[in-house]
């Protein structure tokens, strides 16, 4: 090895250390910075040419040699934890729907519905226990006040179905505008990684910056990842490419019919969402838990409290013989205002008809407890799988982390490590400068 050969595989250390304190440092500094990945410097031993006529056998290496500054990430693990992550976006806002359906039924057993059912039933037994019309007066008086008690309430539920359902729309609308936003801010990104990988840039950072898009992408709207060439991506929502290369192609919210209520959805209403005039079905994400709350849970729910409004003022009407309700829905329910309560031309009421009456409302008590008991288990149910696909989510977060994550102690200690290696080439460069020094200067001088 010549002695101008040691200089340049000296530098080219010192160069190589220098890098890698440089690519720490920028690690160090982003320790704490949300979506960004290690990086490290790649970098190979340089061989001699070891063929021609100069070829010699016993010369180390050319030295080290930079290949380039890696970003440190596992491509599976990314996957898996975006994955993950939108399944616990989905069953989060799913229990949230539950939550609030049992909000809007609001029956404790000693509040709501359950409380007014037994107090219309006391009503009527106080009817058919009374003596004398002014009593019989009071106490009519009493069971149409409870009525109406009964049938406010079950309007109160409706309404407040309603306004959630219209609440979940208006959240599908504002979802797929951040998806949106997000979609086209990937679309930026892949244009500008394109441009700088071209130009021979390293785009860690940039990539870093996509990779959060993206991952909110995937918390919207289940979307998935196709890499392509040249560090670019394409998403999909469904089987619709949201962004191809540097090009979007928006999410659109389509109701159906336009005025999309929840009346209407309880029959052919449906909100859908398309891309490029295509429907498309969001696999997972807080878009696909407001599809099926709009399109089925709610519309379900309501219909199961129709269901019950209806036998409830029919089975009330087959006991008293005329009808005291009127309505076939939670909505429309209401106390007949012509109603005239039987027993009233007499001094007491027919037992009878009050115990039929009472009769028929325990078999309502009954059938409202099973509904109620029907909806809190499946609120505790997407409690319990929302707080399971958390922690699944934060398990895969920690195993992407774990690859990609800045760890300052091991920073610290290569630090430490480079630190040493550019003090070490530092010196072998001292050393061939004072051995050129002496060569130069003093070789052949007599001393006096």
């Known amino acids: ?75 599976l693990a990314a996957a898996t934890a975006r994955q993950d992550s939108a399944t616990a976006a989905e069953q989060k806002t799913t229990a949230s729907v539950w939550a609030g359906i049992e909000n809007a039924l609001g029956d404790t057993g000693a509040t709501g519905l359950s409380r007014d059912l037994a107090d219309l039933s006391a009503a009527w037994n106080d009817l058919a226990n009374a003596q004398g019309s002014q009593a019989a007066d009071a106490a009519k008086a009493l069971v149409l006040s409870r009525s109406r008690a009964v049938a406010s309430t079950l309007n109160s539920m409706d309404s407040q179905l309603s306004a959630q359902f219209d609440g979940l729309v208006g959240q599908g609308r504002a979802v797929v505008d951040q998806a949106n936003e997000a979609a086209r801010r990937v679309a930026d990104l892949n244009a500008v990684i394109l441009r700088a990988s071209s130009s021979g840039s390293i785009p860690n950072e940039l990539l870093d910056q996509r990779d959060g898009y993206v991952n909110q992408l995937a918390d919207l709207t289940g979307a998935r990842v196709v890499q392509r060439e040249n560090g670019l991506v394409d998403v999909y929502v469904g089987n619709g490419a949201i962004v191809s290369r540097d090009s979007v192609e928006p999410l659109t919210l389509v109701k159906t019919p336009a005025s999309l209520s929840l009346e209407s959805a309880k029959t052919t209403g449906r909100l859908t969402f398309t891309v490029a005039g295509s429907v498309v079905e969001p696999p997972a994400g807080q878009l696909k838990a407001t599809l099926d709350a709009v399109n089925k849970t709610l519309p379900d729910q309501v219909n199961a409290l129709d269901g019950f409004a209806a036998k409830l003022a029919g089975d009330v009407r087959t006991a008293h013989g005329t009808d005291v309700f009127t309505g076939t829905t939670a909505k429309s329910m209401a106390v007949d205002p012509a109603v ?109």
């Open 1 to 75: 090895m010549s002695t101008f050969s040691g200089i340049n595989q000296a530098s080219r250390a010192l160069t190589a250390a220098q890098r890698a304190m440089e690519v720490t440092g920028q690690n160090i500094a982003n320790a704490n910075t949300p979506g960004y990945s290690r990086q490290r410097v790649d970098q190979v031993s340089s061989v001699v040419a070891d063929t021609g006529q100069w070829a010699r056998q016993d010369v180390p290496g050319d030295g080290v040699q930079i290949t380039g500054i890696s970003r440190v990430a596992d491509a």
């Open 340 to 448: 005239v309560l039987n027993g009233s031309t007499g001094t007491s009421v027919d037992g009878a008809v009050a115990g039929a009456v009472v009769g028929a409302l325990g078999t309502a008590t009954t059938t409202w407890r099973g509904l109620t008991t029907d909806i809190a288990a499946k609120t505790q149910s997407a409690d319990n799988r929302a707080t399971l696909a958390q922690q699944v989510s934060l398990k895969s977060s920690a195993a992407r982390e774990a690859v990609s994550g800045v760890s300052i102690d091991e920073e610290m200690t290569n630090l430490v490590s480079y630190q040493h290696a550019y003090s070490a080439a530092a010196r072998v460069l001292t050393a061939i400068d004072e051995a050129l020094d002496r060569l130069i200067n003093r070789t052949g001088v007599v001393g006096r």
